[in-house]
């Protein structure tokens, strides 16, 4: 979705009287890479959006209340495992085609370069004897579009 608030209001708009909308989003701590990866591309004057509108349980409540939606539910469920440093570090790559980070592509080479030498450094300073923590903190938003009176 290019406009998450557009969309909802969108939806809100098309769903049946008392109909209910379910969605799954990621806290602004989930996959460490991702989490690294935007502090080191601020850096650089790029701007990533992850999770930025639906990062914390109060931003998914507002996001939806603010679409119209009543009776908004919000739950979350931590998951996460651990994960290698190598794993990690391997993440850059597949990172560059994705196509949120497509920001990126305003860097020059030597910039990438050096973002990638940041990124891998953050990474190792958060590696302990498990690994790396791979925090998977799951939002289940649920809101609801009244019946008409």
């Known amino acids: 979705m290019t ?15 008392d109909g209910l909308i379910g969605l799954c989003v990621f806290a602004e701590t989930a996959f460490i890479s991702g989490v ?3 502090r080191v591309a ?6 990533l959006m992850f999770s930025d509108l ?3 349980e109060k931003k998914c409540y507002t996001l939806l209340q ?9 739950k979350t469920e931590q998951f996460g495992n651990y994960i290698s440093l190598s794993e990690t570090k391997g993440t850059w790559e597949n990172s ?10 305003q860097l020059s080479s030597e910039q990438l370069q050096q973002a990638k030498a940041e990124y ?8 302990t ?21």
């Open 36 to 38: 690294v990866l935007k």
């Open 129 to 149: 004897a498990q690994g790396l923590w791979n925090d998977i903190t799951t939002f289940f938003v649920l809101g609801r579009k009244r019946a008409a009176n």
């Open 96 to 105: 560059l085609k994705h196509p949120l980070c497509r920001p990126l592509e």
């Open 42 to 47: 601020q850096r650089y004057g790029v701007s």
């Open 54 to 56: 639906t990062g914390t």
């Open 3 to 17: 406009n998450l608030p557009a969309d909802l209001r969108l939806w809100h708009r098309f769903l049946k009287p």
């Open 66 to 74: 603010e679409s119209g939606f009543e009776d908004v539910e919000v």
């Open 120 to 127: 891998s450094a953050e990474i190792e300073l958060l590696v």
